[in-house]
């Protein structure tokens, strides 16, 4: 499906002519938008725009290609990635532009580039020209990545709150597929930042210097998406290495209160294997009082030894109070 836009010498912006009308001489600048072109219009993209088939085919590939910004002789072309909330992966939009016009082309529906087309109307900003248009599309495609990293921090903050009160098996679980969600934004978002750099030092793009202060608001933005995503992939770190020492902290703790039981049973488990044999003369067998006598051995032996382990601080009776991380 097309749809274009174009402004006139008379300041009239008109809507839906046909794309042979938009290079009249009467018109400022045009903007044509494609979604999910099919053949023929795949076709006119390539020969009536002459945009080079390398660029064509990454606007209709289907698999999601790296953010980027490519130079030809009368336009540039960029490769911009909006937010897919419900996969967190990018949906691309290929952006072709010179002062006079811009056309962009995707195969997926995207809400921010509709609302923007939408505003075109009253909206003087938008109406300077493609500059302007790429600059808002870009911004609005930026402003959609801060919820989904805020809910990243508040999903840190819940996993490591529970790392010293509910350390459970699904914790790790959760923390794996937290930082999977942070490598998913950072393709995006990283390859943006260093598309949006490249266009405020290039030197091809001249006729976009009268813009730079609102690309470098949206720079400052993506800097900041990217610090937050590299902080928190620090923070999943260190919550996945405090659950791993709090675990392997319980699980000595456990092989430690099993290695004290044997031991306190290793002496019982000898007297007993002692008297427990079938030899014929054992005098102590004889002895009235000797099972009681070898009980209260056992008995002391126990205690005595309990005692020994707990004044040397391996058994704990009381559960120490969980101190606080920083």
């Known amino acids: 499906?097309?749809?274009?836009?174009?402004?006139?010498?008379?300041?009239?912006?008109?809507?839906?002519?046909?794309?042979?009308?938009?290079?009249?001489?009467?018109i400022v600048w045009r903007w044509v938008d494609f979604f999910d072109p099919n053949e023929e219009e795949a076709w006119q993209l390539k020969h009536f725009f002459n945009f080079h088939p390398l660029a064509v085919e990454d606007c209709l590939d289907n698999q999601s290609g790296r953010p980027k910004l490519d130079f030809y002789e009368n336009y540039a072309f960029f490769l911009i990635?909006?937010?897919?909330?419900?996969?967190?992966?990018g949906k691309e939009a290929g952006v072709f532009i010179n002062s006079e016009m811009i056309v962009t082309v995707h195969k997926q529906p995207?809400?921010?580039?509709?609302?923007?087309?939408?505003?075109?109307?009253?909206?003087?900003?938008?109406?300077?020209?493609?500059?302007?248009?790429?600059?808002?599309?870009?911004?609005r495609f930026v402003d959609e990545y801060?919820?989904?990293?805020?809910?990243?921090?508040?999903?840190?903050?819940?996993?490591?709150?529970?790392?010293?009160?509910?350390?459970?098996?699904?914790?790790?679980?959760?923390?794996f597929n937290i930082r999977h969600d942070i490598s998913k934004l950072r393709r995006s978002i990283f390859?943006?930042?260093?598309?949006?750099?490249?266009?405020?030092?290039?030197?091809?793009l001249d006729y976009m210097k009268d813009q730079h202060i609102y690309f470098r608001d949206v720079y400052d933005h993506l800097m900041k998406l990217a610090e937050m995503l590299e902080s928190y992939r620090e923070f999943s770190s260190d919550i996945r290495d405090s659950y791993l020492s709090v675990n392997s902290d319980k699980m000595n703790?456990?092989?430690?209160?099993?290695?004290?039981?044997?031991?306190?049973?290793?002496?019982?488990t000898f007297?007993?294997?002692?008297?427990?044999?079938?030899?014929?003369?054992?005098?102590?067998?004889?002895?009235?009082?000797?099972?009681?006598?070898?009980?209260?051995?056992?008995?002391?032996?126990?205690?005595?030894?309990?005692?020994?382990?707990?004044?040397?601080?391996?058994?704990?009776?009381?559960?120490?109070?969980?101190?606080?991380?920083?």
């Not at 390859?191 to 091809?204: A, E, G, I, Q």
């Open 271 to 326: 007297i007993a294997g002692v008297y427990g044999m079938n030899f014929r003369y054992m005098p102590e067998l004889e002895t009235r009082y000797g099972y009681f006598i070898v009980i209260a051995v056992m008995a002391v032996i126990s205690i005595l030894m309990f005692s020994l382990f707990v004044r040397a601080g391996w058994l704990q009776l009381r559960k120490k109070k969980k101190q606080p991380r920083p």
């Open 1 to 26: 499906m097309i749809k274009t836009c174009v402004l006139t010498t008379n300041g009239e912006l008109v809507f839906d002519i046909q794309l042979e009308e938009i290079k009249e001489k009467d």
């Open 81 to 89: 990635h909006a937010l897919d909330q419900d996969r967190l992966e």
């Open 253 to 268: 703790n456990i092989m430690m209160t099993l290695t004290i039981i044997t031991t306190i049973f290793m002496p019982l």
């Open 191 to 204: 390859p943006m930042k260093d598309l949006v750099y490249r266009l405020l030092n290039s030197t091809r």
């Open 110 to 139: 995207i809400q921010e580039l509709n609302d923007v087309w939408e505003n075109v109307v009253d909206d003087t900003f938008l109406q300077k020209g493609p500059v302007s248009i790429l600059h808002r599309l870009i911004d």
């Open 146 to 175: 801060f919820p989904e990293v805020y809910r990243i921090e508040d999903l840190l903050n819940n996993v490591d709150e529970e790392v010293d009160t509910n350390p459970g098996s699904d914790l790790i679980d959760r923390l």
